[in-house]
């Protein structure tokens, strides 16, 4: 096998027969003797002629060629179980993984399945009223699921990055997420693909349980051996030796649970700021360098810098997309950024944050290794407090910079809607100084960034959960607690859906017969 690039102009195809004589020529062969030829990546380069870049990878006839196959999932109706606690891509690849492995996942939901869930996020939107277990955050599927479904990670030293995308084309996504870059499946599909991976699991003998909240875990013996009561909230109870916590970022009462129980936990730094929203004509021409046409796909970005020590980066940019409200209770303005399969809004949105550790905030020490968690409740509390509603408060990136309060505020995709405000007093200090300073560097990297086009509102709080459950690095175990598997966004070991999945791969492998 032989890796190499190729380009291609944006809007016309790479035909077959481009690419199987690209490879003859890679390797040294005829036309002929070429056995296969497939783009393993595909980037966009629009520095100059806007392109796309392909990684090929090619064979010569007589090459071994090592071919992937789909997993084979066994039937595990009586095999020993293991409880999951969450449907996020943690919770469903464990079950995929217990599946290959002969044992039977049961899965146990506080939300309900994903078709239920839309009429909950519908709900929000439109009157304002959250379900504190059924949102854009809990349910089915996980916050991924109604929140974009980028695909992009830098985990791939942690495990086969390939091995979930190819699982997810075949439960329906489609096959361009298997060499697209920055591959990206829309909130339009992803109901359907985690339909499929339910009816999966459910025909091979797993459980899922909905509206099934834990509300403890208590340890019991069987004989001479260790297991777990699983207990929710209405006395159903499930047991097993061994349990997968895939909660999300943002399950606090099981952290509060540990903390009653004095399990071990550790505070854990995150970011925290502001959804930037722009036209997404103007970030097309900032990244196109003018050159957009309209079969081209919406522009992208990724920017960084450092402000007094601390780290201020965009977070999961959507193009072609819209913000949405992601509060799981009802007296807290959260966002977040989604796009559909096809990214045709008129609006390009993205999180503008700044990385907080416990010493930036000292005024929330007396909390413990709750620190960080309460400082990230009380700006979500304070942003709720001067809407009194889910109206996010809202201000012009310009007017941000100057402490300025908006006398108007552009047309925004947040259906709650927005309310100027003055996100300069409303942020705390360190925030707000450090995304000020920002604002002006990110328009010397992307001119034209910086506008007054371009709206801010807040607030963006659920990069990553500031919380970890610490677990042994080789066992994948709690540090204290046998046959308990801290896993994804909520033990503090992922961040979005492939590292989640494959957070969930590694610590379902790594659960005891």
């Given at each position: 096998?032989?890796e190499?690039?190729?380009?291609c102009p944006?809007?016309?195809?790479?035909?077959?027969?481009?690419?199987?004589?690209?490879?003859?020529?890679?390797?040294?062969?005829?036309?002929?003797?070429?056995a296969?030829?497939e783009?393993?990546?595909?980037?966009?380069?629009?520095?100059?002629?806007?392109?796309?870049?392909?990684?090929?990878?090619a064979?010569?006839v007589?090459?071994?060629?090592?071919?992937?196959?789909?997993p084979?999932?066994?039937?595990?109706?009586?095999?020993?179980?293991?409880?999951?606690?969450?449907?996020?891509p943690?919770?469903?690849?464990a079950?995929?993984?217990?599946?290959?492995e002969?044992?039977?996942?049961?899965?146990l939901?506080?939300?309900?399945?994903?078709?239920?869930r839309?009429?909950?996020?519908?709900?929000?939107?439109?009157?304002?009223?959250?379900?504190?277990?059924?949102?854009?955050?809990?349910?089915?599927?996980?916050?991924?699921?109604?929140?974009d479904?980028?695909?992009?990670?830098?985990?791939?030293?942690?495990?086969?990055?390939?091995?979930?995308?190819?699982?997810?084309?075949?439960?329906?996504?489609?096959?361009?997420?298997?060499t697209?870059a920055?591959?990206?499946?829309g909130s339009?599909?992803?109901?359907?693909?985690?339909e499929?991976?339910r009816?999966?699991?459910?025909e091979?003998g797993?459980?899922y349980?909905f509206?099934?909240?834990?509300?403890?875990?208590e340890?019991?013996?069987?004989?001479?051996?260790k297991?777990?009561?699983?207990?929710?909230?209405?006395?159903?109870?499930f047991?097993?030796?061994?349990?997968?916590?895939?909660?999300?970022?943002?399950?606090?009462?099981?952290y509060r649970?540990f903390?009653?129980k004095?399990?071990?936990?550790e505070m854990?730094?995150?970011?925290?700021?502001?959804?930037?929203?722009?036209?997404?004509?103007?970030?097309?021409?900032?990244?196109?360098?003018?050159?957009?046409?309209?079969?081209?796909?919406?522009?992208?970005?990724?920017?960084?810098?450092?402000?007094?020590?601390?780290?201020?980066?965009?977070?999961?940019?959507?193009?072609?997309?819209?913000?949405?409200?992601?509060?799981?209770?009802?007296?807290?303005?959260?966002?977040?950024?989604?796009?559909?399969?096809?990214?045709?809004?008129?609006?390009a949105?993205?999180?503008?944050?700044?990385?907080?550790?416990?010493?930036?905030?000292?005024?929330?020490?007396?909390?413990?290794?709750?620190?960080?968690?309460?400082f990230?409740?009380?700006?979500?509390?304070?942003m709720?407090?001067?809407?009194?509603?889910?109206?996010?408060?809202?201000?012009?990136?310009?007017?941000?910079?100057?402490?300025?309060v908006s006398?108007?505020i552009p047309?925004?995709?947040y259906?709650?809607?927005?309310?100027?405000?003055?996100?300069?007093?409303?942020?705390?200090?360190?925030?707000?100084?450090?995304?000020r300073?920002?604002?002006?560097?990110?328009?010397?990297?992307?001119?034209?960034?910086?506008t007054d086009?371009?709206l801010?509102?807040?607030?963006?709080?659920?990069?990553?959960s500031?919380?970890?459950?610490p677990?042994?690095?080789?066992?994948?175990?709690?540090?204290?607690l046998p046959?308990?598997?801290p896993c994804?966004?909520?033990?503090?070991?992922?961040?979005?859906?492939v590292?989640s999945?494959?957070?969930?791969?590694?610590?379902?492998?790594?659960?005891?017969?």
């Amino acid at each position: 096998m032989k890796e190499f690039e190729i380009s291609c102009p944006v809007g016309k195809t790479l035909s077959e027969e481009q690419l199987y004589s690209a490879a003859a020529k890679a390797l040294g062969v005829a036309r002929n003797k070429v056995a296969s030829a497939e783009i393993v990546r595909r980037s966009l380069d629009a520095r100059n002629e806007v392109l796309y870049r392909y990684r090929i990878s090619a064979s010569a006839v007589g090459e071994t060629i090592e071919k992937y196959t789909l997993p084979e999932y066994k039937f595990v109706s009586g095999a020993e179980p293991v409880i999951v606690v969450g449907s996020g891509p943690a919770g469903m690849f464990a079950s995929l993984r217990l599946l290959m492995e002969g044992r039977k996942p049961i899965i146990l939901e506080r939300g309900k399945d994903v078709h239920s869930r839309k009429f909950d996020i519908a709900s929000i939107g439109q009157r304002q009223i959250v379900n504190p277990d059924s949102n854009y955050c809990f349910g089915e599927g996980g916050a991924g699921t109604f929140s974009d479904g980028k695909l992009f990670t830098r985990s791939n030293k942690r495990g086969d990055i390939r091995e979930v995308l190819r699982q997810l084309v075949s439960f329906g996504a489609d096959e361009s997420i298997l060499t697209d870059a920055h591959p990206h499946i829309g909130s339009d599909k992803l109901p359907r693909i985690v339909e499929n991976i339910r009816k999966c699991i459910i025909e091979h003998g797993g459980e899922y349980h909905f509206d099934c909240k834990v509300i403890d875990l208590e340890q019991f013996n069987v004989g001479n051996k260790k297991s777990w009561k699983v207990i929710c909230e209405g006395g159903l109870t499930f047991s097993a030796k061994n349990v997968i916590l895939a909660t999300g970022h943002s399950a606090k009462e099981i952290y509060r649970l540990f903390a009653r129980k004095g399990w071990a936990l550790e505070m854990k730094g995150f970011a925290i700021g502001v959804r930037a929203e722009h036209p997404q004509s103007l970030i097309n021409k900032i990244q196109y360098h003018g050159k957009y046409q309209p079969f081209m796909p919406p522009a992208e970005y990724s920017l960084v810098t450092q402000v007094e020590g601390r780290g201020v980066f965009s977070f999961c940019m959507c193009p072609g997309g819209i913000l949405v409200p992601s509060s799981t209770e009802p007296s807290e303005v959260v966002l977040n950024g989604m796009s559909n399969s096809m990214r045709n809004s008129q609006w390009a949105n993205a999180g503008i944050v700044c990385s907080v550790e416990a010493e930036d905030v000292p005024e929330f020490d007396k909390y413990g290794v709750f620190a960080l968690l309460e400082f990230q409740q009380s700006v979500e509390h304070q942003m709720f407090d001067f809407s009194n509603s889910l109206q996010a408060p809202a201000q012009r990136m310009t007017d941000f910079c100057r402490k300025i309060v908006s006398s108007s505020i552009p047309k925004t995709s947040y259906t709650p809607g927005a309310v100027s405000a003055p996100l300069h007093e409303l942020l705390p200090l360190g925030v707000y100084s450090r995304l000020r300073a920002a604002f002006p560097a990110f328009d010397r990297k992307m001119k034209g960034f910086y506008t007054d086009d371009a709206l801010l509102l807040a607030c963006e709080s659920r990069t990553s959960s500031p919380i970890r459950i610490p677990r042994n690095q080789e066992t994948m175990c709690h540090v204290d607690l046998p046959g308990i598997y801290p896993c994804g966004e909520g033990a503090g070991y992922a961040g979005g859906i492939v590292s989640s999945a494959i957070d969930g791969i590694l610590v379902a492998s790594s659960t005891t017969a």
